[in-house]
């Protein structure tokens, strides 16, 4: 298979951030794309999965996002089988860490079971590729930053269900690629992102707290994209380590985005992780090693400076245009 092979993309996950972002860029470079929304459809357009689906897009017009629940077998099979995609990107997951901490049996539902759930019926479609979307939290973040042969060693409930939802697609049989990221930020259709309510803090003048010992690469999610998309395209296989080419700690993250959107950093004060008593551990010591992607990769894994002014740029067009 070559790159021109892949006609038919899903995306599970397009109402967040990163799906959201990898949908656009799939229907701008000519793919045929589906999505996928679970619970907040409404910030963007949704519809059930039915014929009528199917009718849109033998149309040419915009496919429409539809509902999938990784908790729902029949769903996930029903989608996958009527849009019979080349490529599935699985950004869809329960991505809230102290959530999955609270309620690790949700947590295993969707993010282990529901992926194994993506993998069966993915196979019963010749020549499905998958990309999954893991996490630096696969890591304690004792010894960081990890490259993709370090052990996993994960210290919270979310982290150890992406390392067995790893394993799944790994051992699917599948080609596959799955992709650790890290912090991802950039346009977000809920506004979800630490970044995106750093700034809307910021902006209605409150005070936030930030803590100054989580070490990571912040990720520009664009950039995350585009890698994601030329990683399938180019039919690399297995793991990569892809994210921000600069490692920081989230409290130097939050004052260079303050800098740059010209927002007083005087608001943002420094916390320990400890203080802020979440529910989950977070890995402090953190971060990716990116070589492998980068010798990979044409797309440039910019830094979190370089992402957050891509951000500006971007947001600012928007502006205009609205
Ligand atoms: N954000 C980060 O810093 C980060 C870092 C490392 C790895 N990752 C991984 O990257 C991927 C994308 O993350 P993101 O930042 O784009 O997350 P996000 O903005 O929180 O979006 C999560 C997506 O998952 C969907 N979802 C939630 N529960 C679902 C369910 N039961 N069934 C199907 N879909 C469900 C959501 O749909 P609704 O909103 O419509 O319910 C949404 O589309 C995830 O796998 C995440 O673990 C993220």
Do not use: W
Request: charged content about 20%; some cysteine; aromatic content about 6%.
């Amino acid at each position: 298979m070559s790159s021109t092979d892949i006609k038919r993309a899903l995306v599970i996950g397009a109402s967040g951030q990163l799906g959201a972002v990898l949908l656009e860029r799939l229907e701008n470079s000519g793919v045929t794309t589906r999505g996928t929304f679970c619970h907040n459809g409404s910030a963007v357009q949704k519809q059930k999965p039915s014929s009528s689906t199917l009718e849109l897009v033998k149309s040419g017009q915009q496919p429409l996002l539809v509902q999938l629940d990784l908790l729902d077998r029949g769903q996930i099979s029903d989608v996958i089988e009527d849009f019979s995609p080349d490529c599935i990107y699985v950004a869809g997951a329960y991505t809230d860490v102290d959530g999955c901490e609270l309620e690790p049996e949700r947590s295993n539902a969707i993010n282990v079971q529901g992926v194994r759930d993506v993998v069966a019926a993915a196979r019963e479609i010749s020549s499905c590729r998958l990309v999954y979307f893991s996490s630096d939290f696969v890591f304690d973040g004792l010894r960081g930053p990890y490259d993709e042969k370090a052990k996993p060693s994960p210290a919270s409930v979310y982290g150890k269900h992406k390392v067995e939802a790893e394993r799944v697609v790994a051992s699917s049989g599948l080609s596959n690629v799955i992709i650790r990221t890290s912090t991802v930020f950039g346009r977000d259709p809920q506004s979800k992102n630490f970044i995106a309510r750093l700034l809307a803090s910021l902006q209605k003048g409150e005070s936030v707290v930030v803590p100054d010992d989580q070490i990571a690469n912040p990720t520009y999610n664009e950039t995350l994209a585009d890698a994601a998309i030329e990683l399938c395209n180019s039919y690399n296989q297995g793991l990569f380590n892809v994210a921000g080419a600069t490692r920081v700690s989230r409290y130097q993250l939050a004052l260079d985005a303050a800098a740059i959107f010209a927002l007083p950093t005087k608001l943002i004060s420094a916390s320990s992780t400890l203080a802020l008593k979440q529910a989950a551990k977070r890995p402090l010591m953190g971060g990716l090693v990116i070589n492998r992607a980068k010798s990979a990769l044409k797309t440039e894994l910019i830094g979190h400076v370089a992402g957050l002014q891509k951000l500006k740029a971007v947001l600012a067009q928007e502006s205009l245009v609205v």
